[in-house]
């Protein structure tokens, strides 16, 4: 498809459990992004991949969650032993990568998981 | 990248013109000016950005000031799937993380 993809787009899971959530993003871009948001929060941003670099974890809440991007694509989130608190919607972006801020992100419609 | 200053929230009635204004008063000279927003219950989605310039697309019009030290987001007949909220960013390299600040939420009245 034109836009990022991510799949599912819900999940319920029980508390302990372990998920895995996907996002496809935008063919031929290198930039891609993982975002939470919890009810009637703001975006908050757990890691960043670009390109064969090193990802930027910084924005990982925890050790319990962890993420990949296959092949320079496909990007899958897991998150371990999944508690109560990790109910949110998880939110997938990519763009093109350049030297200059003019560049837009394209977010998917997001993966709104339920820990119970 | 640099703070932004937006108000919490607004109000238009429907058909009318909105400008939703965001403070950025240490905007450096490489960022960019960046708006998206996020309806109800779906993912961002970018609207407009620019530098310099006053920009216009399809979707709405971004006034900059000649200093670049505060725009405004214009959009030209509020409708009522324009409900959302809206988000100021500024983006100095392409591909790093955006930041999210807690934007202006938009209310649109019949």
Same mark, same amino acid.
């Given at each position: 498809?034109?836009?990022?993809?991510?799949?599912?787009?819900?999940?319920?899971?029980?508390?302990?459990?372990?998920?895995?959530?996907?996002?496809?993003?935008?063919?031929?871009?290198?930039?891609?992004?993982?975002?939470?948001?919890?009810?009637?929060?703001?975006?908050?941003?757990?890691?960043? #991949?670009?390109?064969?670099?090193?990802?930027?974890?910084?924005? $990982?809440?925890?050790?319990? #969650?962890?993420?990949?991007?296959?092949?320079?694509?496909?990007?899958?989130?897991?998150?371990?032993?999944?508690?109560?608190?990790?109910?949110?919607?998880?939110?997938?972006?990519?763009?093109?990568?350049?030297?200059?801020?003019?560049?837009?992100? #394209?977010?998917?419609?997001?993966?709104? $998981?339920?820990?119970? | 990248?640099?703070?932004?200053?937006?108000?919490?929230?607004?109000?238009?009635?429907?058909?009318?013109?909105?400008?939703?204004?965001?403070?950025?008063?240490?905007?450096?000279?490489? +960022?960019?000016?960046?708006?998206?927003?996020?309806?109800?219950?779906?993912?961002?989605?970018?609207?407009?950005?620019?530098?310099?310039?006053?920009?216009?697309?399809?979707?709405?019009?971004?006034?900059?000031?000649? +200093?670049?030290?505060?725009?405004?987001?214009?959009?030209?007949?509020?409708?009522?799937? +324009?409900?959302?909220?809206?988000?100021?960013?500024?983006?100095?390299?392409?591909?790093?993380?955006?930041?999210?600040?807690?934007?202006?939420?938009?209310?649109?009245?019949?």
């Amino acid at each position: 498809g034109a836009g990022v993809s991510q799949s599912p787009s819900n999940k319920v899971t029980e508390k302990g459990k372990d998920v895995e959530l996907r996002c496809d993003p935008i063919s031929g871009h290198t930039a891609l992004y993982w975002y939470r948001q919890s009810l009637g929060q703001g975006l908050e941003f757990l890691i960043y #991949f670009q390109g064969n670099s090193a990802p930027d974890k910084s924005g $990982l809440p925890s050790d319990r #969650f962890s993420a990949e991007r296959t092949g320079g694509s496909v990007s899958t989130l897991t998150i371990q032993r999944t508690q109560q608190e990790d109910s949110a919607v998880y939110l997938c972006a990519s763009s093109l990568a350049t030297g200059s801020g003019s560049v837009a992100a #394209f977010f998917g419609q997001g993966t709104r $998981l339920t820990v119970v | 990248d640099a703070k932004t200053t937006q108000p919490n929230s607004m109000e238009s009635n429907e058909e009318e013109p909105v400008h939703l204004p965001c403070n950025h008063s240490t905007i450096s000279g490489t +960022d960019y000016i960046h708006w998206y927003r996020q309806l109800p219950s779906q993912g961002p989605e970018y609207v407009i950005h620019g530098l310099t310039s006053n920009v216009n697309n399809r979707m709405a019009s971004l006034a900059i000031a000649e +200093d670049r030290k505060s725009s405004t987001l214009i959009l030209h007949r509020a409708t009522l799937r +324009d409900a959302a909220v809206y988000y100021c960013i500024l983006r100095d390299v392409g591909g790093t993380p955006l930041v999210f600040g807690k934007g202006t939420r938009l209310s649109v009245i019949a």
